[in-house]
């Protein structure tokens, strides 16, 4: 019989060693992410491995899983606790070791295998830890499966019905990397800043881009579990202006930077200019249907609204959903409505056959970023992203905010701009004119200025991001009305960053 877990425990006490901790917060909307130590020990990751075996066999899923681990110091340590409560539960384990998210995704087509459970943390802050997970290939779980494996760790309701085995896989980055370079090299000779932020993917992002032909300036490519210079998040305007001083330094087309388990990518242009995901977005969903003809895309509720207005797109033909912010959602999404693509302003892309597979692979991001390149032989990469309508938007922004009360917070956020508008109130000075509630709440003024706060989904923080295609000033304006709405609720602290 396996203990009930704690949600807390002291460290350095004979308890902490002999019980299982797991804070109940850690289970997200769809995936799971704990504070090593202070939330989470070794024996509850077993609890978890258990629980996640339990589930995956009362989904009539075969108890098949792949498992792999990212680049901090205590991964490894995670994985084979995990690992051992699989087995408990009469999981086949694959281990391929040392790995990127999107290789346990490629792995379970690759292996013919129904399960994935990857262990990182991706870009939070070290001491994080977490496991995304799935059981129905490409997708990953959502909040019904994170809901049913809460409920049977937190209540120790496991099958243990023993039988389970280990299988090392040796050698599986050599079979992801000659899946993704067994094809023709780019045409074009292209100088690429890849930024790794001394995450996993430094492993093997930038000997990928060279075995395509590129000329490869690789930046914070060394592996250290420390991240001595900035968080792998290409979503973070520190790694986004250290990529912009390496591309001005080497004369580069394009700098490319992937986050600490390499599911993500952000771009910045020839001259050094950041730019945005969800502009990124546009530019390939342009480049996409131009190849494939008129095509579906789905894109998160943080995203520009371009991609209802461009001209260009709608020239094209191309159709867009806005969903929910997430991978687990954007992926789902994707899959439901046969869309060729999805984009997240986070930087997660997902594309369908037969550009992909449709999971999140920051590396098939950038591929798809250079194939653009490479179909536009005589365009920069800053003279494709000037033929996109201009607007003024904001990087996403986080302030902290428990996750005790986040969800609740946002709650009142929304009802407050409801009845602004209900009493016919304005938004920085305009009135408002849509409020969209799918995921958070995005308000949208007369102007097409828009705002959107929501809750983070894997760290104790609110999301907000502001657009405008009018100006800046309409843009800070926006920000400061937003802003406003969300210093009402003294739950609310610091920013991360902000304009």
Same mark, same amino acid.
């Given at each position: 019989? &396996? /203990?009930k /877990? ?6 350095n ?5 002999s019980?299982?901790?797991v ?11 704990w ?5 989470l020990?070794? *024996? ?5 491995g258990?629980?996640?075996? $339990?589930?995956?066999g009362?989904?009539?899923v075969?108890?098949e899983?792949?498992v792999? =681990? ?6 490894a340590?995670i994985k ?13 384990v ?8 999107p ?12 399960c994935?459970? *990857?262990v990182?943390?991706? =870009?939070?802050d ?27 760790v ?11 085995s280990?299988l090392f896989?040796?050698?599986?980055a050599g079979r ?8 023709p090299?780019f ?6 800043v ?7 993917a430094?492993? &093997?992002?930038?000997q ?11 930046l914070?490519?060394e592996?250290?579990?420390t ?6 998040n ?6 986004l ?7 001005k ?6 700098g490319?930077?992937f986050?600490? !388990? ?6 910045v242009?020839n001259?050094g200019?950041?730019? &945005?995901? !969800?502009k990124?977005g ?7 249907t131009?190849? =494939?003809?008129p095509?579906?895309?789905?894109v ?6 371009l991609?209802? $207005?461009?001209p ?6 191309a ?11 954007i992926k ?16 997660h892309f ?6 992909g597979r449709?999971?999140d692979d920051g ?6 970023v250079?194939? *653009? ?7 920069s990469?800053?003279e ?8 003024w938007? $904001? ?15 946002v ?21 408002i ?13 007369? !102007? ?6 929501r ?13 405008? /295609?009018v100006?800046e000033?309409? *843009?800070?304006?926006?920000f ?6 969300v210093?009402e609720n003294p ?8 304009i």
């Amino acid at each position: 019989m &396996f /203990p009930k /877990p704690l949600p807390s425990l002291t460290p350095n006490t004979a308890a902490y060693e002999s019980l299982p901790m797991v804070k109940p917060t850690g289970f997200r909307e769809y995936d799971a992410r704990w504070f090593l130590g202070k939330e989470l020990n070794l *024996m509850g990751v077993q609890a978890v491995g258990m629980g996640l075996g $339990t589930l995956i066999g009362r989904m009539g899923v075969k108890r098949e899983i792949v498992v792999g =681990h990212d680049f901090r110091s205590y991964s490894a340590s995670i994985k084979m606790a995990l690992v051992t409560g699989l087995m408990a539960a009469g999981c086949k384990v694959r281990d391929i070791g040392l790995a990127m998210s999107p290789m346990a995704y490629f792995a379970q087509f690759e292996l013919d295998v129904p399960c994935v459970a *990857m262990v990182t943390a991706s =870009h939070n802050d070290n001491g994080w830890t977490g496991v995304k997970m799935g059981a129905q290939r490409p997708v990953t779980f959502g909040p019904d499966e994170m809901t049913a494996l809460k409920k049977i760790v937190l209540e120790a309701d496991f099958d243990l019905i023993g039988g389970g085995s280990l299988l090392f896989i040796e050698d599986f980055a050599g079979r992801y990397i000659r899946d993704l370079t067994e094809r023709p090299k780019f045409s074009r000779k292209l100088k690429v800043v890849a930024a790794c932020g001394n995450g996993t993917a430094g492993a &093997f992002a930038p000997q990928i881009l060279e075995k395509l032909g590129c000329e490869v300036i690789p930046l914070d490519a060394e592996l250290d579990y420390t991240f001595p210079r900035y968080n792998p998040n290409p979503e973070d305007m520190k790694m986004l202006h250290a990529m912009a001083v390496a591309v001005k330094e080497h004369g580069a087309d394009v700098g490319l930077g992937f986050d600490g !388990d390499g599911d993500r990518c952000g771009v910045v242009d020839n001259h050094g200019e950041e730019i &945005f995901a !969800d502009k990124i977005g546009v530019m390939l969903a342009r480049d996409l249907t131009k190849v =494939h003809g008129p095509s579906q895309f789905v894109v998160d509720v943080k995203s520009t609204g371009l991609f209802a $207005t461009d001209p260009e797109l709608k020239r094209l033909g191309a159709t867009t959903d806005y969903w929910k912010t997430g991978h687990s959602y954007i992926k789902r999404r994707v899959r439901d409505l046969n869309a060729l693509a999805g984009f997240e302003k986070s930087g997660h892309f997902f594309f369908n056959a037969p550009v992909g597979r449709g999971y999140d692979d920051g590396v098939v991001t950038a591929i798809a970023v250079l194939d *653009m390149l490479d179909r536009n032989p005589t365009k920069s990469m800053a003279e494709l992203y000037a033929e996109v309508p201009k607007t003024w938007g $904001t990087p996403t922004m986080a302030p902290k905010c428990a996750d005790e009360i986040k969800y609740e917070v946002v709650e009142r956020i929304t009802k407050r701009f409801q009845d602004m508008r209900d009493h016919a109130q304005r938004v920085a000075d305009h009135a408002i004119v849509d409020i969209v509630t799918v995921n958070g709440v995005r308000v949208t003024a007369s !102007d097409g200025t828009w705002g959107l706060v929501r809750a983070s989904s894997n760290k104790p923080e609110l999301v907000v991001v502001v657009e405008s /295609p009018v100006s800046e000033k309409r *843009m800070r304006d926006m920000f400061k009305a937003v802003d406003a709405v969300v210093r009402e609720n003294p739950e609310v602290g610091e920013y991360n960053q902000t304009i």
